[in-house]
């Protein structure tokens, strides 16, 4: 499989792009543990385009996390195409991808992601113009349709190849659904197996296990799978679900202080790329690190089980220190050895 110049192994497995959720530290993280390809938190085109500071920063991406994806969202053709002009100039990616997917109010509401789902022309037109706009590849995220009436991504999906996007993520729900419900894979798979696409075609939703993932390849046939929610406090299960594909037994090497190790380490990184990005003796640089860091932490799945851990898991969202938070961790690491 192959987007642009970038070759990817068989079956790849992506980070799906995430708004609070795929910073610079987490994005390493995943990489190491065997991600193909990781995407920025997704991008206004609006506030790039203002030079809006918090946005500009997104746009650091460090080499040893490549390839690498931006995703931009927007409703304006201008605005879009130059957002993309300067995310190539800025940032070098590997792809643009285009966000015609999120669900969440303040931007779908507004027309821009899955409410682009709603005005089919200008979602075209602004991916044909961007596409002739840069030299990079681009891409496009999207949803089934906007609601169970509207189930257009086959006939979409031509339509966007025809525009000459180079790959093609569709998460297997509508808008409306937002979050819930059954990711519904059988449209994927439609599109996957229509003879005139010729693009890849990565799937995405309810990703949550090794099992799964080989049952998207197998059974949809897609040519990459995009993993989203179910690695929150959990980087490491790229690594779980690679070697479930190349059938190696599970690393026992992921076990409990393995990960909360890990866990740790995603801080200290945190710290370091704030520091590197608003000046070392900002004294805000640490707490906006812990603001980056605890909600994966509280997320983590190998704090279940735990008896009485809701008092933890406040203390956990209440951090502002290093060491507090820290120990903490140390605090879970002795609760579940003796568990």
């Keep these: 499989m192959n987007i642009g ?43 790039l385009v203002r030079s809006i500071k918090s946005t500009v920063n997104k746009l650091t991406i460090a080499d040893e996390e490549r390839p690498v994806g931006i995703q931009i969202y927007g409703r304006d053709v201008p605005q879009m195409v130059e957002a993309a002009k300067i995310v ?4 070098h990616p590997d792809v643009i991808d ?43 995220k999207t949803r089934l349709g906007w609601n169970k009436e509207q189930l257009i991504i086959t006939q979409l999906a031509e339509q966007l190849q025809d525009c000459g996007i180079q790959a093609l993520t569709i998460h297997g729900r509508t808008r409306s659904q937002m979050y819930t419900g059954e990711a519904d894979w059988t449209l994927i798979g439609e599109v996957k197996n229509n003879p005139r696409i010729t693009i890849p075609i990565i799937g995405n939703g309810d990703i949550t296990t090794p ?21 929150f406090g959990r980087p ?3 690594k779980e679900i690679r070697d479930y594909l190349d059938g190696k037994p599970a690393d026992p090497t992921l076990d409990i202080n393995y990960k909360i190790d890990i866990l740790k380490e995603q801080l200290e990184i945190n710290l370091k790329h704030i520091a590197e990005e608003h000046g070392p003796d900002d004294p805000r640089n640490e707490l906006r690190a812990i603001l980056h860091t605890r909600r994966h932490l509280a997320a983590s799945p190998i704090f279940k089980g735990i008896p009485d851990f809701r008092k933890t898991r406040i203390a956990l969202l209440r951090a502002e220190t290093k060491e507090e938070l820290i120990g903490i961790l140390e605090d879970i ?5 003796n568990n």
């Design 98 to 140: 285009l966000n015609f997917g999120c669900p969440v109010k303040k931007v779908a509401g507004k027309g821009a992601g899955a409410g682009m789902l709603q005005n089919i022309p200008l979602l075209l037109d602004i991916t044909h113009e961007v596409v002739k706009a840069v030299n990079t590849p681009v891409t496009v």
């Design 333 to 337: 690491r002795e609760m579940l050895i």
């Design 236 to 238: 490491w299960i790229f």
């Design 5 to 47: 110049t970038v070759t990817f192994e068989d079956r790849p497995l992506f980070l799906a792009p995430m708004e609070d959720v795929t910073d610079i530290g987490f994005r390493k993280l995943c990489k190491r543990f065997g991600a193909s390809m990781v995407y920025t938190e997704f991008v206004s085109a609006e506030a």
């Design 211 to 231: 099992e799964q993932a080989r049952l998207a390849f197998e059974r949809y046939g897609v040519d990459a799978v995009m993993i989203g929610r179910a690695t």
């Design 88 to 91: 190539e100039s800025e940032a």
